[in-house]
């Protein structure tokens, strides 16, 4: 069965340093999505994509904060000068049109230091 | 702001159970709901979709849904241990009808099947 993939499954990084978590979504997929779910906290949106650009986005997603397809396969979520409050489980999501399941990958567990 | 509320446990319920997890939510406009189960340290995984009033049953799993109230559940019957995980409710916004809306989730309700 098609699945969403991530990597890496874990990055340590510096604060002030630029990350960039990687996706595939599920190939007929059309519409992605990045959440993400700080230790014990709920899963919180963070940013919509479809046809090359933002649908959506909360309060969370904000500049430092950029999405991308840079290819045919590939979703990224950058994160251009962490903080230690970002330290989070990424999650990426992808639904194919006409459905409004959103089927989840792994996660990526940033943890910034 | 939009809410979603569960209540978040520990639910403990004996192996062949029913277990019963319930779900409300703020937004009346809302018009999807989900049930996603999360092992610790895993991704949620999508086990139902609901989106019309009433009932929705896949093998063990019953979703039920009252717009009315603005409240949705799910009935797990014949638990296992295998399914002691937090089960998440999900919401989705409704974003002009298109696929895109975004999910809104509750805080997750821990539920333990004990032999």
């Known amino acids: 069965e098609p699945e969403v993939t991530q990597t890496p499954s874990h990055q340590v990084t510096q604060m002030g340093q630029e990350v960039i978590l990687r996706c595939v979504p599920i190939?007929?997929?059309?519409?992605f999505y990045w959440y993400r779910q700080i230790l014990g906290q709920k899963v919180e949106f963070l940013v919509s994509f479809y046809n090359n650009e933002i649908s959506e986005k909360s309060e969370i997603f904000d500049d430092q904060f950029s999405v991308e397809r840079p290819d045919g396969s590939n979703f990224t979520l950058k994160i251009r000068s962490t903080k230690l409050e970002d330290s989070a489980m990424y999650f990426c999501a992808s639904s194919v049109a006409g459905s409004y399941e959103q089927y989840f990958g792994p996660g990526t567990r940033l943890t910034v230091t | 702001q939009k809410e979603v509320e569960q209540n978040s446990g520990p639910l403990s319920v004996p192996e062949g159970a029913i277990a019963s997890l319930n779900c409300t939510y703020s937004?009346?406009?809302?018009?999807?709901f989900f049930w996603y189960r999360q092992y610790s340290g895993k991704s949620p995984e999508l086990i139902m979709s609901?989106?019309?009033?009433g009932d929705k049953e896949d093998g063990r799993f019953t979703a039920q849904l009252n717009k009315a109230s603005q409240y949705v559940s799910l009935l797990i019957r014949d638990s296992q241990p295998s399914d002691s995980a937090t089960y998440l409710c999900?919401?989705?916004?409704?974003?002009?009808?298109?696929?895109?809306?975004?999910?809104?989730f509750g805080q997750g309700t821990i539920l333990t099947v004990h032999p």
């Open positions: 999900a919401v989705r916004s409704n974003a002009g009808g298109t696929s895109y809306g975004k999910l809104t």
């Open positions: 190939s007929n997929h059309l519409y």
């Open positions: 937004d009346r406009g809302s018009q999807s």
């Open positions: 609901i989106y019309s009033n």
